[in-house]
């Protein structure tokens, strides 16, 4: 949900084609649990589920780089971003792409050594992305693949953010627009701001596979739903 901000059309199969993924099933031996690399590729099948380690996710370097070879810019793609960097950036107009857990709630990340050799951190079946679009008083407005467009509490998106270690993609370049904003803050939790148009969201494939029930079937031509790197509305 944040090329499109930039005037970048490009659809989820090119996307996914991009990012790539590893395929391979995960093991376990006397060292631990194995999987492949969220920091390098998309961790097993983009429609697998979580909760049966078929499909996992990835991380914001292989969305970094798709995104600047797609014509974007980057102005920080890394963990250990505050929140108030991300607000300041979306005030200024510039979408943003959040780590966050799917049910809001801060969860400890668990670790393993990847095919590769790197630890890296694990949050299933919990994992998320959603973009960043807006603020007012005490809320973020939220574009969520999964649940469409919310005003979430700064206090539960800090907490949310902080479980991937606080996981951004922040865009530069110039503005996408004015950050949405409201003077109110009125509106609460995970329900859409009534100024706001409310568009319900089917799963996206990209990024996550959301709740860990799987994602969404492929079959060739299919016109998929968008997620968090394709549209910004």
């Keep these: 949900m944040a090329l499109a901000a930039l005037g970048i059309a490009q659809s989820e199969n090119t996307l996914l084609s991009q990012i790539g993924a590893d395929r391979r099933a995960p093991y376990t ?8 690399d969220p920091y390098v590729s998309f961790v097993g099948n983009v429609d697998g589920a979580e909760r049966n ?25 890394a963990e250990g971003i505050a929140p108030s960097t991300i607000y300041q950036a979306v005030l200024d107009g510039h979408p943003v792409i959040a780590w966050v857990s799917f049910d809001w709630l ?24 959603v973009v960043v679009r807006g603020l007012s008083n005490g809320y973020v407005l939220i574009n969520n693949p999964w649940f469409g467009v919310q005003w979430i509490s700064k206090a539960t ?6 479980t991937f270690n606080r996981m951004a993609v922040i865009f530069g ?5 004015p ?49 968090a790197l394709t549209s910004w509305s």
């Design 157 to 162: 998106f800090e907490s949310s953010y902080a």
């Design 53 to 77: 380690n078929t499909g996992y996710g990835v991380y914001n370097t292989p969305i970094a780089r798709v995104a600047q070879a797609d014509g974007a810019t980057v102005s920080s793609s």
């Design 106 to 129: 801060f969860h400890r990340v668990s670790h393993y050594v990847a095919f590769d050799g790197r630890t890296v951190q694990f949050g299933s079946p919990y994992e998320h992305a």
């Design 29 to 36: 031996d006397a060292t631990g649990f194995h999987w492949g």
């Design 179 to 227: 950050g949405m904003s409201s003077a109110s803050a009125t509106y609460a939790g995970p329900t859409p701001a009534p100024q706001d148009t409310y568009h319900p969201l089917a799963p996206a494939r990209l990024l996550d596979t959301r709740d860990g029930t799987g994602g969404v079937p492929f079959s060739a031509g299919a016109a998929f739903p968008q997620a």
């Design 173 to 177: 370049g110039a503005a996408a627009g």
